[in-house]
């Protein structure tokens, strides 16, 4: 007569010639409120054109400009029930700072002749021999650095982590000059 199993016993046959070994659990997930979280804007509306010179090297030392555009990350305790920072006030804020430099010629205070109340008289020596440009003070952006990509990228940095509330720890910030020319600066609060 043959033998007909009952559903039981056939899945705990089928169990014991088939079944994996049961895994070893894993560790529970626990999300502790301690730990900080990242988050990240990239946004059209945080592209900026400008324009510069450096004279310190050759092929950028006549006056040109740049197409630049942003990815900024923020990374910080949860506050107010689970926020870092709200995005709208962080793009407000990459915004002001961005706005500081959008469509300015960006000039280091070293090329900075002369400045009156409404004009500054910039003087370089650079590709093809000396350059004097006079231009509106509000659409020259006068900075204590080079206007490199580097140095662009870390005043953003800078100026963003300045005025974001006490929890965010830290501001990195991505620049990209062009297709393919990327600067990162990351801001830390001491
Ligand atoms: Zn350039």
């Known amino acids: 007569m043959r033998k007909v199993l009952g559903l039981n016993s056939f899945s705990e046959a089928f169990n014991a010639k088939y079944a994996r070994p049961t895994p ?5 997930i626990v999300n502790s409120p301690a730990a900080p979280v990242k988050i990240r804007i990239q946004d059209q509306s ?3 054109d400008y324009a510069h010179f450096l004279p310190e090297i050759e092929k950028c030392s006549t006056i040109h400009g740049h197409t630049a555009s942003l990815n900024i990350e923020v990374v910080g305790d949860k506050v107010g029930g689970g926020l870092v920072v709200d995005f709208g006030l962080l793009k407000r804020v990459a915004r002001e700072v961005v706005s500081s430099l959008d469509h300015r010629i960006l000039v280091c205070d070293r090329y900075v002749e002369s400045r009156d109340e409404g004009s500054v008289s910039i003087r370089f020596k650079g590709r093809g ?4 440009i006079v231009a509106p003070s509000s659409q020259v952006f006068i900075s204590s650095f ?3 990509i580097e140095n662009i990228a870390e005043f953003i940095a800078e100026s963003i982590l300045n ?3 006490a929890n965010v720890k830290y501001v990195r910030v991505e620049v990209s000059e062009g297709i393919g020319k990327f600067a990162e600066s990351v801001a830390t609060r001491e």
């Open 24 to 28: 070893r659990e894993s560790p529970a």
């Open 46 to 48: 945080l592209s900026f």
């Open 129 to 132: 021999g000396d350059y004097r």
């Open 146 to 148: 080079e206007s490199t």
């Open 163 to 165: 005025r974001m509330p």
